[in-house]
Structure formats: C-alpha cells, structure tokens
C-alpha cells in the first residue's frame, strides 16, 4: 500500500491529503478563491505532524494538475515538486475530472467533468462508466454545444448544476452528482493507480485546455 501525500487547489478551495490505501491518515481542506499558496504549506505540516510522519516516508507525491485556476494550479504543483524533489520521490500529475470522478462510486453511468472556464464554457472531461481513464483529453465546449451522451451521465465539477438543467431539457438521463470540488484524498486515489499502472502516467505538470485569461491593462 503506498503512502501519498496529495495537494489540490484547482478551483475554489485547496486541499492536503495523506493516504495509505484506502486508510486517510489526514486531511485537511479550506474554500475559497484566494490564498491558496499561504494555506497549502501549513496544512501539508499538519497532515504530517498528524499521522507522525515525515516528508522522507512518502513514496509519492500527487497535485491536481488541472483544468483550473492558474495561481492555484501554480501553487500546488511548485510544492509538490518541492517536497517529491527533497523526498527523492516521485511528483504525479492527477486531472481536475480524474479526482473528480474518483470521488464517486462506482456504477451504470459515464461521468462527466465539468469545470466553469468563466467565459460562457465548459472544460469537459468524459470518463466511461466504472472506470477513470478519461475517453479523451479535457475540452472546451460551449453549454449550448454539449455533445449528446450515449446513455445515463453522472455530472461533476462546478458547472454540474447549469450542465445538468440543460442535459436535462433535452430529455437526457443526467444525475447531479455532489462531487462538486475535487479534493487531495480522491487524487490520491488516482496517483495509487498511476503507480501500480492502472493508469497511464502522467507528469506533475499545469493541464491548461486553453490559454489563462489575460487582462489587458487600461
């Protein structure tokens, strides 16, 4: 059973945790937008103290890669790699919809990632049912354009509710899940599969599906 130390701050909260199998030693999580780099560090201390461990016991550590906020994402992956770096262990990459997924029972349905891009879309990560090897990378797809599933759909991220209203006017089996935010214990989950093999790897690094917006000054 491998012991994981897994960091999200992906969309609007961040979070640390420190699991062995299906055992959570700790965990730790705060909402919010802003102010993910000052809380992650603190609570990755706390996980630790918790489970009386030290850095140099982990054999891996995991970030949410995205998609997701630019700064949060930032912030997670630079100490993840940090702490994989002084462990000698290695930095594992899980995607927003993987941990969201991975959040859920297992069951009938597909699942669907669906994370706000702030501009009128959706980043869509779509995951046949039972299992979390994403049919294709992320994409970007207006609401009005959402493809049609091929059968009942569980919804997660935080653009669930608006997908499943309009799924839902098209007469389309869509169940709104509550895995709303993806959470480190659910990453690490993912992260144990990469390291049996389970699931192809993936590099500890930023997952943007399209460019961060950028504010023009004046």
């Given at each position: 059973?491998?012991?994981?130390?897994?960091?999200?701050?992906?969309?609007?909260g961040c979070s640390a945790a420190l699991v062995e199998g299906d055992r959570v030693l700790?965990?730790?999580?705060a909402y919010g937008d802003r102010g993910h780099a000052a809380l992650l560090p603190p609570m990755?201390?706390?996980?630790?103290r918790e489970a009386g461990l030290a850095a140099a016991a982990l054999e891996a550590v995991a970030a949410v890669v995205g998609p997701?906020?630019?700064?949060?994402?930032?912030?997670?992956?630079?100490?993840?790699?940090?702490?994989a770096l002084g462990a000698g262990r290695p930095a594992i990459g899980v995607?927003?919809?993987?941990?969201?997924?991975?959040?859920?029972?297992?069951?009938?349905r597909a699942v669907w990632s669906v994370i706000d891009n702030r501009r009128g879309r959706v980043m869509l990560?779509?995951?046949?049912?039972?299992?979390?090897?994403?049919?294709?990378?992320?994409?970007?797809?207006?609401e009005a354009d959402l493809p049609h599933?091929?059968?009942?759909?569980?919804?997660?991220?935080?653009?669930?509710?608006s997908v499943a209203a309009r799924l839902a006017a098209r007469g389309i089996d869509a169940l709104l899940?509550?895995?709303?935010?993806?959470?480190?214990?659910?990453?690490?989950?993912?992260?144990?599969?990469?390291?049996?093999?389970?699931?192809?790897?993936r590099p500890a690094r930023p997952l943007y599906v399209e460019p961060p917006a950028v504010r023009r000054p004046g």
């Amino acid at each position: 059973m491998a012991l994981i130390l897994a960091l999200d701050a992906a969309l609007a909260g961040c979070s640390a945790a420190l699991v062995e199998g299906d055992r959570v030693l700790a965990a730790r999580a705060a909402y919010g937008d802003r102010g993910h780099a000052a809380l992650l560090p603190p609570m990755v201390e706390e996980v630790l103290r918790e489970a009386g461990l030290a850095a140099a016991a982990l054999e891996a550590v995991a970030a949410v890669v995205g998609p997701g906020g630019f700064t949060g994402l930032r912030a997670a992956l630079a100490l993840a790699e940090g702490l994989a770096l002084g462990a000698g262990r290695p930095a594992i990459g899980v995607t927003t919809g993987e941990a969201l997924a991975a959040a859920l029972p297992p069951g009938p349905r597909a699942v669907w990632s669906v994370i706000d891009n702030r501009r009128g879309r959706v980043m869509l990560e779509r995951f046949p049912p039972g299992s979390l090897r994403a049919e294709a990378p992320p994409e970007v797809v207006a609401e009005a354009d959402l493809p049609h599933p091929a059968g009942p759909v569980a919804l997660a991220g935080d653009a669930a509710p608006s997908v499943a209203a309009r799924l839902a006017a098209r007469g389309i089996d869509a169940l709104l899940s509550d895995s709303r935010l993806p959470s480190a214990t659910a990453a690490a989950r993912v992260a144990a599969l990469r390291l049996t093999g389970s699931l192809p790897p993936r590099p500890a690094r930023p997952l943007y599906v399209e460019p961060p917006a950028v504010r023009r000054p004046g």
